[in-house]
């Protein structure tokens, strides 16, 4: 497909001013005219159909399956846009006074009291953008607390499944890491944690389910180990999705946590955001919250900025209001019934479309998942590789699925359904998966060669990303 500037004509043009409108204008002084600007010139139509054939290269949850596990990349009713686009929103300034913005404030508040019902912590901050931007303000208010008893601890344990930004965010906060083990059933290795946490451990930072998709038997536990020693329990709730409205993390041990709503509650996931990662955390931490924090008070809701403990401002004004407000749009429509639901159908998918799969695929740990799984590449036939197996899906119309990773899985393939896909769907996936098995066998060079029917074919992924052409040159 030619690109926009391939089929610029000179003298062309998508729009025409009104000769009369010209008449009463102001020229353009001379000195803010350039000649250089080297402008496409279409006429409409031809960038209509430009860019209306551009999106049907694209691909995305509104038109096909996209099973990218650890990514949650489900369908999002249109209708939480809508609401998110309400101009009584839009138009709203962040530095509106608190008396001018009710309104928006009740949102955020109201919205704290459900991931606190929903979670089980005190109360929730949405001032970090993002998932990982949660990350570090956890971490941040644990150092904080940490100062605040007069006690230095260095060191935050991290499970070899881990999420890769966890490690990351311990690193910006000043904090030593040390990882743990998991055992070959994909649990945290009891013994060795026993043995690493002392009282230089500030906290244990734990996905809940992980990254497996596998919930950890001893959780519970592993809380007693680390509050034995006076350290934190860190949830990375980035996979909230499989216990939603089934169980509260707050009761496994936990006592603070991040939750991605642009993953869990209704948001266009992916793109580089914006995104919301509020910091939930339990009622001996709430003083060390970012500030400010919206309150409710006798004469309606408010923003408290003085809050002596406080790790500070995280994020300018009050964080990303309108990812928050379809959240809370989501869960408003939901109720808790449809709350549970999610959950419930999240992880019976997940299970479904595992118990299609595993008598072709390698399932490295044999258990029951929850909204994830992971195979792998071992056994198969003829030398094809999980890229092989990702690049093949393609031509099958399915997005694929999370590859190499996690880590501690060599050659993962990790799927994630999603709660919003129907057994069709999923039979579908499966069947496709199921082909690209037997292509494998009778015919590999199909699958090493593939993708065929993309607009662009198989690239070299490293050179793709080290020296990426990022512009057009004629």
């Known amino acids: 497909m030619p690109v926009i500037f391939e089929k610029s ?13 010209l008449e009463e204008t102001d020229p353009i002084p001379a000195a803010l005219c350039n000649d250089g600007v080297d402008l496409v010139e279409v006429g409409e139509v031809d960038i209509v159909r430009h860019y209306t054939a551009l999106s049907r290269m ?7 399956m996209y099973p990218l596990g650890s990514c949650t ?3 999002n009713p249109k209708v939480n846009e809508r609401v998110a686009s309400l101009s009584g929103f839009t138009s709203l300034h962040p530095l509106s006074s608190p008396a001018l913005a009710q309104g928006a404030l009740e949102v955020l508040y109201d919205l704290s009291e459900y991931l606190a019902t929903i979670t089980g912590m005190r109360r929730f901050s949405f001032a970090p953008a993002a998932g990982a931007h949660g990350e570090l303000a956890g971490l941040m208010v644990a150092k904080k607390y940490f100062e605040k008893k007069g006690e230095k601890r260095s060191v935050i344990l991290i499970p070899d499944s881990a999420h890769g ?3 990351a965010s311990v690193a910006m906060c000043g904090f030593d890491v040390r990882e743990v083990p998991s055992t070959p059933e994909g649990d945290v290795d009891m013994q060795r944690l026993s043995s690493m946490v002392d009282e230089d451990v500030a906290a244990m930072m734990l996905t809940s389910p992980n990254t497996l998709g596998l919930f950890d038997r001893n959780i519970v536990e592993i809380a007693s180990v680390l509050h034995g020693k006076g350290a934190l329990f860190y949830c990375d709730g980035a996979n909230l999705n499989a216990i939603l409205g089934v169980a509260k993390v707050r009761d496994m041990g936990f006592d603070l946590m991040h939750i991605n709503l642009h993953k869990t509650f209704s948001t266009p996931h992916g793109g580089g955001g914006p995104g919301s990662g509020p910091l939930g955390v339990s009622d001996e931490l ?6 400010p924090v919206v309150l409710k008070g006798d004469d309606g809701f408010y923003l408290e900025q003085n809050r002596p403990d406080s790790i500070g401002r995280i994020h300018s004004f009050h964080g990303n209001f309108l990812v928050a407000l379809r959240a809370y749009a989501y869960i408003r429509m939901l109720g808790p019934d449809g709350i549970r639901d999610a959950g419930e159908t999240a992880v019976l998918n997940a299970n479904y479309l595992l118990s299609l799969l595993r008598r072709e695929y390698n399932l490295p740990i044999d258990r029951i998942c929850k909204h994830e799984f992971v195979l792998n590449d071992k056994d198969m036939p003829n030398g094809v590789t999980t890229n092989d197996i990702a690049k093949r899906i393609l031509d099958y119309g399915f997005h694929a699925p999370t590859v190499y990773f996690p880590l501690l899985i060599p050659g993962a393939i990790m799927i994630e359904p999603t709660e919003t896909e129907n057994r069709e769907t999923l039979e579908s996936f499966a069947a496709a998966m199921i ?8 015919d590999p060079e199909t699958v090493k060669s593939a993708p065929h029917s993309t607009p662009v074919r198989r690239v070299d992924a490293v050179l793709a990303a080290r020296k990426p052409v990022l512009k057009w040159e004629g």
């Not at 004509?9 to 409108?21: K, L, T």
């Not at 709430?286 to 500030?291: N, S, T």
């Not at 082909?435 to 009778?442: Q, V, W």
């Open 73 to 75: 990349m489900k369908y």
């Open 286 to 291: 709430e003083p060390f919250l970012p500030v």
């Open 165 to 167: 930004t966890n490690p």
């Open 435 to 442: 082909e690209i098995k037997r292509e494998a066998e009778s």
């Open 9 to 21: 004509r000179c003298g062309r043009s998508a729009y025409a001013m009104p000769s009369w409108q």
């Open 58 to 64: 694209n691909f995305g949850v509104d038109t096909g």
